[in-house]
């Protein structure tokens, strides 16, 4: 049976996540055109708010159990290339980094299966299904603007996609390793993550000419 202090060291874990992402969000938002720059804006907004949120309910938890190691290792990974991406103006890798693949995890992780784990968050975490709706409406705007920041020949963005994804694999092991919470359920998150990581960004081009109707 778990107890409210299980969930410690994954909601500090969130707490990392929303923190990395808003962060990265505002960046993007710097270099971004107007269309897209105030909605980046409004998502870091609301990245602060997620951690807030998490952050809340680890001071009414029981225990003092930090964000595992392992796991700060990939997100501390997974932000420097995310910074690198947007201080060399590659907008769309960052889009695809963030909101695409790093977005989808989080909807992966915000959506228990139905048992014990799924209830206890309802009970602890009631804002739980809003942030999981804001976290879908993230990775629905990466999609979006990288087919539309694409280039014509895609090589760049396909070689960060496979970057990200392999980062994403990486985290998906290190939080099953260190997250016991989660390990009636390894299963059902290894499946749902790699079901992510496979649809992420279907819109970059594959490089190939479109061949012309005769």
């Not at 960046?27 to 105030?38: D, E, G, N, R, V």
């Not at 938890?61 to 796991?71: F, I, S, W």
């Not at 390894?186 to 496979?198: C, F, G, M, N, S």
Request: charged residues 20%; contains cysteine.
């Amino acid at each position: 049976m778990l107890k409210p202090q299980a969930l410690r060291p994954l909601l500090a874990a969130m707490v990392r996540a929303e923190e990395l992402s808003r962060d990265v969000a505002l960046a993007q938002a710097l270099i971004a055109p107007p269309p897209l720059a105030p909605v980046l804006a409004r998502q870091g907004r609301q990245e602060a708010l997620h951690a807030l949120t998490f952050r809340r309910v680890l001071q009414c938890l029981p225990g003092n159990a930090p964000c595992p190691p392992a796991l700060v290792q990939v997100m501390d990974a997974w932000q420097a290339r995310l910074m690198d991406d947007v201080q060399a103006g590659r907008l769309a890798a960052s889009l695809l980094g963030l909101q695409c693949v790093l977005e989808g995890l989080a909807c992966a992780a915000l959506a228990p299966p139905p048992g014990e784990l799924a209830r206890m968050a309802d009970a602890w975490v009631p804002l739980r299904p809003l942030v999981l709706h804001q976290e879908m409406a993230h990775r629905k705007l990466g999609t979006t603007w990288v087919a539309r920041l694409a280039p014509a020949d895609g090589a760049e963005l396909r070689s960060a996609r496979a970057d990200y994804v392999a980062l994403g694999g990486e985290l998906l092991e290190a939080g099953l390793s260190s997250l016991d919470c989660l390990a009636a359920d390894a299963d059902h998150y290894r499946a749902a993550v790699r079901r992510e990581l496979a649809g992420a960004c279907p819109g970059i081009p594959d490089g190939h000419p479109t061949p012309r109707r005769l």
